[in-house]
């Protein structure tokens, strides 16, 4: 009766250990880069959806919208208050008149926002993710589109 394995038994179990362990390098690397990249990603769909609604809670009371000469500057032009929205530096900073308390301010890595107004009653968003992976420049929801169109006669929008 033999107790134990042989040295060749030993060293074909290391051998076929070795295998799967490179097998294994590249989708556990993989997986360790998307996990903490996808909660990044939570996080930044999480502010984008908060700053849609603040931006439609703002066009719901405006009577005109309109950019600057600064393609990353919104105007909405209310009853009682002017309030801009500025996107730089990864991040959309909201200003109310000159109250401090009304500003707002969205931390959103990655991600590029165009705003157009059309005949100052519409509002359309382009926005798309670019971030870098593995060395290399990655786009992704890069026709994305959002519009907002009010009909300042009847306050509605859609």
Known sequence: ????????EMLAILGLLVIFFLLMTEPMRT???????????FQTAASLNHLLNSL?????????????????????VGSRKTITYHFADEQVR?????DPNSAGLWQLPDIHLVWEVKKQNSLQI????ERTVLGQKEKKFHNSHIF???????????
Do not use: C
């Not at 009766?1 to 060749?8: P, S, W």
């Not at 809670?57 to 600057?68: F, Q, R, Y």
């Not at 909201?94 to 000159?98: P, Q």
């Not at 907002?148 to 859609?158: I, L, M, N, P």
């Open 148 to 158: 907002y169109a009010k009909r300042f006669e009847s306050g509605e929008v859609q």
């Open 31 to 41: 997986l360790l880069s998307d996990v903490p990249r996808g909660h990044r990603d």
């Open 56 to 76: 439609k809670t703002d066009i719901e009371t405006a009577k005109e919208l309109k950019t600057a000469n600064d393609p990353n500057m919104l105007i909405i």
């Open 1 to 8: 009766m033999r107790k134990g394995y042989t040295l060749i």
């Open 94 to 98: 909201r200003m109310a008149g000159a």
């Open 126 to 129: 382009t926005g798309w993710l």
